[in-house]
Each structure stands twice: as structure tokens, then as C-alpha cells.
């Protein structure tokens, strides 16, 4: 297999592509090929919305060749924290850059006028995209459909109103219903006048032994569909856990005001099943189908037809935009998903901003004169609808800096102890204990993916475990998810590659690893990330806790902040740094 990048200057309108085996043997591929690349195309200091700042998309060894390996890893710098922006996507997009016959694609410059990319096979063309310039995300994919070639064997990936206005937690919407959704790519591609970026190709992929590629195939795919280990995500999906975090108490309600919300039965997993699942769907390449899909009905605008939208969801929309604004229906929820999806912005970032928003208005750090008469109240599902229009429009500098952030929204205007963000990003749906906590705290992107902190605290709820286990935990499930996140595999998939199946899969592709060899390429792609973060001004001794986290009852009792620091004292130590 020849190991390529594919670089793209959109400044000079020139690409060129380049034999990378090296880098490819040393890194694998995903993650740890991307944070290589960020090194090398981002100098220190680089303004994450300038034409030096690269974007860099990348696959894995097992993209295309494996069930479930369905992942895209994006790399660039974040403007929303300022240090490493890393995201990951399903969709169409790692089956298409694997028949394109490009592993990693890395795009710096800004185009002269909004412009869009095609790539087709080895063929690389920067289009004009004037007419969808300022068209929503979901529509611009329905155009570039009619204009792009390769049906079946093509990805379009495309940003909303949101990334070309640079709101600091834009997305960019990948294929139908999957997003590179945090820490800001889709400003990045705004700033290069980016519209959107269609992929296809012809290509295939020879494996040096095919008889042991069917076995290790049919192993693969028999895990993940003949045993239980997929099941509850392709069943009711992750939503599936409103219900159980509520009970536990580790359900992020308005704010973090509460751990629990007591509407939580109305906006449950098994309430959206019910009443609005119409179709479950997949990204290519996998046999599970967790992306459930709901039926939302809108009415154009009062005495006028109807239209029914599709709107995705699952844990995460629902806790931000639901238990942590106090929505207590589903029909609200989707509402405000689908307001997310048309403007192209995070739903969890947009969640969090607007739940610190309405505390602010509540608490009078703000007033109507600032939300321009917006009743941003919990449950006040068309006031948050029309206050996600408006932090893309940016009308006046209060709702420019809600689109910069919850964090920096709070430094301007008050309210930092309850500005729910770890390392600048929005946190996420748990607040289990101090696992959940310092996992995002210490995480290269301070996602609950990162090392899974919150199933941690899980995990010490059945069996205690001691603050230093806990530390361990994390650093062992941030490494292997290092390795996992370099091949590129779903993450839902890690019952299905276990170490001696990833072992197995590499083989057959030829690409010999032992244990020892993952092991070590996790902790090397772990300390580059952390690199580049100091280099970029992180300083995780300086990282700031809200203190809302240690006010609110945790599923584990009382997180304290001296725990807290406590772990990152561990933390620091064992990972060998002063
Ligand atoms: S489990 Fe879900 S997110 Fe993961 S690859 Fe399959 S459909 Fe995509």
C-alpha cells in the first residue's frame, strides 16, 4: 500500500502530492499521522484563522478494509481554545479519501473568493462556490450532489452560516447527519473561504493475503453483529442514558444548577423511540446503524403548510440543548437540534453557551438590552432558537462574544464559576465525579472521549477505586484510545477490537505490531498532542475548574476541589512531568 498526502494551497490554487511511507510506519495513521502534520504545517503562534493555519484530514490502515473502521480524524488549531483542535467523523468520508488513494489531506492558504474543493481520484480542482456561499449546510450538500461526480463512492463535507460568519464552535457537516462537530473546524474552513470539500474516487485496496483477510473479516464483523457487544446502540441508541444518568444523578441539568432534571422521563431514549424515530442509519462500512433518525413537523410560518424535517439525535444534543436548558419535550429539542444543523454550529458548545447565557440574564450580569429583548429563559425553546440565529449574525458585541464561547462570553460579562468549560471547551453530558472531571481536564481535545472519565466514575460507583486508580485508569484509556484513534476505528467499536483483534487486522493488512509497539505508539501520540498544546500556551497547572462542578451533587456525592487537584497531582507525576 502506498502511503500518500495529498497538500492543497488554496492561495496559489496548487496541490501536489507526496509519498509519506515513513510517517505513515512511525505514526499509523488517524490521529497520530494528523498531530505529525500539525507540527509541521503550523508554526508556533499561528492564528488559527489565518492562511497558515493547515487543516488536516486523515485516515487509518484499516479505513475501507474493516467493518466499523469508519472514522475521519481532523487535525488543525482550535480558535476556540486557542491550542489543538481534533475531531472525528463518520459518513462517507474515510470510505472516499480510501478509493481517492489519499491517506491524509492537509489544505492551508485562503481562497480569492468562496471556493469549494473536488477531488476526484488523483484529480484536484478548486471550484467556485459564490452562489452557496451563505446557503445552509443541509442544502448546500443537496446542490453539490447534482454537481459532483462518483455516486456511491463519494463524501461532501460543507459548513453552515455559522463557519463562514468564524463562530468559534462551527462545525462542518459531513455526508448526512455526521459532523467534524467540536472545537471549531468548520471557522477554520470560513476563514479559507471554504465552503465545502467533495471527495470520490476508483481506487482499491489490495491486502497480501486474502484468505486470512476473510477470517479476520468475518471475525470482526460476527462481533459486531452476532453478539451483544453493539446492540444498545443500534436499539434505542446513546439516548438510552437520559434515564440512567438522571437515576444516578449525573444528568447536567439547567447548567449544572442540578444532577438530575425531573422531566427527564419526557426526554428520554425510549420517549423519542417511540414517538419519533422513523429510520436508523450508518456510516459506510458499518453494519450497526446507531444514527437514529426523527421526524420533526414545522410549520413554514403560522397558517401555512407544513414540512416534516429529519433530524438526528442522541446523548449528547439531548443532555445540551435539553436537561441543560430545562426543555422539557422532545418536539423542543429537536426544534433546537435542527436550528444547530441549519446554521452549521456544535450542538454541545451551543447548549452550554446559551445555559450560561440564561443564568447570566437570571443573575442580571446581562439584561433584555443585551439579548435584545431575546426571553432567554430555561424551557424557552423559540427564545434559544432565535438567540442561535442571532450569536451567528452577531447584531451587537453580546452576542459576538457568546459566538467566541462560553468561556471568553464569561470573562466579558461575569459569571465565570458557572461558565461550563474545561481547557476553553464546553463540557460535556456527565457530571458522574472527579474521573468525568479532570478525563476532560487532562484530554488533548477535553472531550468525555478523550479517556471515557465518566465511565470511570461508573465503574468506582459498583467497585471503589482510589483517586490514584482513577489517574491510572485515565491515562491507560487515553493512550489505547490514542492507537485507536490512529486506525481509524469508531469508537462504539472498542468491544469488537479488542488489542489481540487490532493485532490480528493490522496482520492482514501487513502491518506487523505487537502489544508492546501499540502500547508505546498510544503514550508518543499522546505526549506530541500535549506538545503542541504547551507550545500553543496550555498550561494544565493553570487550567481553571468551574466551581459550579463542586457546588452541585455528583452520581458520586461531592466532587471537592482539592480532589480534584489531588489527581492532577498523580496525573502530572506519572506522566513523567514536572
Ligand atoms: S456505530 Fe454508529 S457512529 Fe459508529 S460507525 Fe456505526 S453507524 Fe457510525
Not at 476563514?191 to 465545502?196: E, P, R, V, Y
Not at 421526524?295 to 444534543?317: G, I, Q
Not at 431575546?374 to 424551557?379: A, R
Not at 505526549?527 to 507550545?535: A, L, R, W
Amino acid at each position: 500500500m502506498l502511503r500518500k498526502v495529498l497538500y492543497i494551497d488554496l492561495t496559489r490554487q496548487e496541490s501536489w502530492v507526496e509519498e509519506r511511507q515513513k510517517l505513515f510506519e512511525s505514526w499509523m495513521g488517524g490521529t497520530g499521522v494528523g498531530i505529525r502534520l500539525l507540527q509541521e504545517e503550523c508554526p508556533p503562534g499561528t492564528d488559527p484563522l489565518s492562511p497558515e493555519s493547515p487543516i488536516i484530514l486523515s485516515i487509518g490502515p484499516l479505513n475501507g478494509v474493516f467493518p466499523v473502521a469508519t472514522k475521519t480524524a481532523a487535525t488543525f488549531k482550535s480558535p476556540l481554545t486557542g491550542n489543538l483542535g481534533e475531531s472525528y467523523a463518520g459518513g462517507r468520508l474515510s470510505l472516499a479519501l480510501r478509493f481517492a488513494g489519499h491517506e491524509a489531506v492537509v489544505i492551508k492558504g485562503r481562497a480569492e473568493r468562496p471556493s469549494y474543493i473536488s477531488i476526484n481520484d488523483q484529480e484536484v480542482r478548486t471550484k467556485d462556490a459564490t452562489s452557496i456561499w451563505g446557503v445552509d449546510a443541509q442544502t448546500t450538500g443537496i446542490i453539490l450532489r447534482d454537481r459532483e461526480p462518483g455516486v456511491g463512492r463519494r463524501s461532501i463535507i460543507r459548513i453552515g452560516p455559522a463557519g463562514e460568519a468564524g463562530v468559534r464552535f462551527a462545525c462542518v457537516m459531513v455526508d448526512t447527519y455526521r459532523h467534524f462537530g467540536r472545537l471549531g473546524l468548520g471557522a477554520v474552513f470560513g476563514s479559507k473561504n471554504l465552503k465545502a470539500l467533495a471527495v470520490s474516487g476508483t481506487e482499491h485496496v489490495d491486502v497480501p493475503d486474502i484468505k486470512r483477510y476473510k477470517a479476520v473479516y468475518n471475525r470482526l464483523y460476527r462481533a459486531a453483529v452476532h453478539t451483544e457487544v453493539m446492540e444498545k446502540y443500534h436499539d434505542i441508541g446513546t439516548s438510552v442514558n437520559i434515564s440512567v444518568l438522571n437515576w444516578l444523578r449525573g444528568l447536567p441539568t439547567k447548567n449544572f444548577l442540578l444532577s438530575s432534571f425531573p422531566e427527564a422521563e419526557k426526554i428520554g431514549g425510549e420517549v423519542f423511540a417511540e414517538k419519533h424515530l422513523i429510520r436508523r442509519f450508518s456510516c459506510a462500512g458499518c453494519p450497526i446503524g446507531c444514527v437514529h433518525i426523527a421526524a420533526l413537523k414545522t410549520a413554514f410560518s403560522e397558517h401555512h403548510e407544513f414540512e416534516v424535517r429529519r433530524v438526528s439525535y442522541d446523548y449528547e444534543p439531548i443532555y445540551s440543548l435539553g436537561s441543560n436548558l430545562g426543555v422539557k419535550t422532545a418536539e423542543g429539542i429537536l426544534q433546537l437540534i435542527d436550528a444547530c444543523e441549519r446554521l452549521g454550529l456544535d450542538v454541545m458548545s451551543a447548549g452550554v453557551v446559551l445555559s450560561w447565557a440564561t443564568e447570566a440574564l437570571e443573575k442580571g450580569l446581562i439584561t433584555e438590552k443585551e439579548t435584545m429583548g431575546v426571553p432567554l429563559q430555561w424551557n424557552e425553546v423559540e427564545g434559544y432558537a432565535k438567540a442561535l440565529n442571532l450569536m451567528v449574525r452577531a447584531p451587537n458585541e453580546f452576542y459576538a462574544s457568546l459566538g467566541r464561547g462560553a468561556e471568553y462570553a464569561a470573562k466579558k460579562h461575569g459569571g465565570l464559576e458557572y461558565a461550563m468549560t474545561l481547557g476553553g471547551n464546553e463540557v460535556s453530558g456527565y457530571h458522574t465525579g472527579p474521573a468525568s472531571i479532570v478525563g476532560q481536564l487532562v484530554g488533548s481535545r477535553h472531550s468525555h472521549l478523550d479517556n471515557a472519565g465518566y465511565g470511570i466514575d461508573q465503574k468506582a460507583l459498583k467497585k471503589p477505586m482510589d483517586l490514584e486508580t482513577m489517574v491510572e485508569e485515565i491515562i491507560k484509556e487515553d493512550n489505547s484510545r490514542g492507537v485507536f484513534n490512529s486506525l481509524v476505528a469508531c469508537l462504539f467499536a472498542r468491544g469488537v477490537y479488542s488489542e489481540e483483534n487490532i493485532i490480528d487486522s493490522l496482520g492482514a493488512v501487513g502491518i506487523i505490531k505487537s502489544k508492546d509497539d501499540l502500547e508505546s505508539l498510544g503514550e508518543r501520540i499522546f505526549q506530541e498532542k500535549y506538545k503542541f498544546k504547551v507550545q500553543e500556551g496550555f498550561d494544565l497547572s493553570a487550567a481553571r475548574v468551574p466551581r459550579r462542578f463542586f457546588e452541585t451533587v455528583s452520581a458520586s456525592g461531592m466532587v471537592t476541589a482539592e480532589m480534584v487537584q489531588e489527581m492532577l497531582g498523580i496525573y502530572r507525576k506519572k506522566r513523567g512531568w514536572s
